[in-house]
């Protein structure tokens, strides 16, 4: 079996700051996702990519910037970090074969 | 664009009692697949079960949800909760792309 690899497993930054959070699957995906979750609002989608140099922007992407520079990794910039920012980022890569999404165990950020 | 609605935001339940936890969506997609995940305390979430069947039963772990095209549902169901069964529930629709997910549903289960 594969696995997604989220580094780190909690950041913290400061107000303003630019912070780079990252992601490795061994599963051979083509498709790469980032979520944010929030308490009582779900899961709600950053960024995606369907290959490698493919980025697709999701509902929650602006303040995000993403990068798919290999097939394995796909990376998440928080370009300007606000102050009381607190939440989970899951990674997560699709098995298109078994229509199954795979998730990371998350990077917890929070902003001071 | 595609959505998906949990209704309850919290349920709890009993040891014993019935679960239903309610989904509904909107797509313009004609064949969507609908998913439930469930996440544990301290965990990611993980497939619970799946269906792009319409009317058919999917059921998997005591769980069991039926894909309804004509009302956009798929509610998840099981005979008896279990104390273990405490965790956070997400029902999501695919486009075959991209994973939508509602907004959760946190169901406790007490003794």
């Known amino acids: 079996g594969g696995i997604i690899t989220q580094t780190p497993k909690f950041l913290i930054g400061q107000e303003g700051q630019k912070l780079t959070l990252k992601c490795q699957q061994n599963?051979?995906?083509?498709?790469m996702y980032w979520y944010r979750q929030d308490s009582g609002k779900g899961l709600r989608l950053i960024y995606y990519s369907i290959t490698e140099n493919d980025l697709q922007k999701g509902d929650l992407s602006e303040g995000y910037d993403a990068s798919r520079e290999k097939k394995s990794s796909f990376s998440l910039t928080v370009t300007s970090a606000q102050k009381n920012e607190m939440a989970v980022f899951l990674c997560a890569s699709f098995d298109r074969g078994n229509t199954e999404v795979f998730f990371g165990k998350g990077t917890r950020l929070t902003v001071v | 664009g595609d959505s998906v609605t949990q209704t309850e935001g919290l349920v709890t339940l009993t040891e014993g009692l019935p679960v239903m936890l309610n989904c509904t969506y909107q797509t313009i997609y004609s064949n969507p697949f609908l998913f439930w995940y469930v996440q544990h305390l301290n965990e990611s979430p993980r497939l619970l079960l799946k269906?792009?069947?319409?009317?058919k039963r999917t059921e998997h772990q005591g769980f069991h949800a039926t894909l309804h095209k004509s009302s956009s549902s798929f509610h998840l169901q099981k005979s008896s909760a279990q104390l273990s069964d405490s965790a956070l529930y997400y029902c999501?629709?695919?486009?075959?792309?991209?994973?939508?997910f509602g907004s959760g549903t946190k169901l406790t289960v007490e003794p």
């Open positions: 269906s792009f069947t319409d009317n």
């Open positions: 999501a629709l695919s486009d075959h792309n991209v994973l939508y």
């Open positions: 599963f051979n995906h083509d498709t």
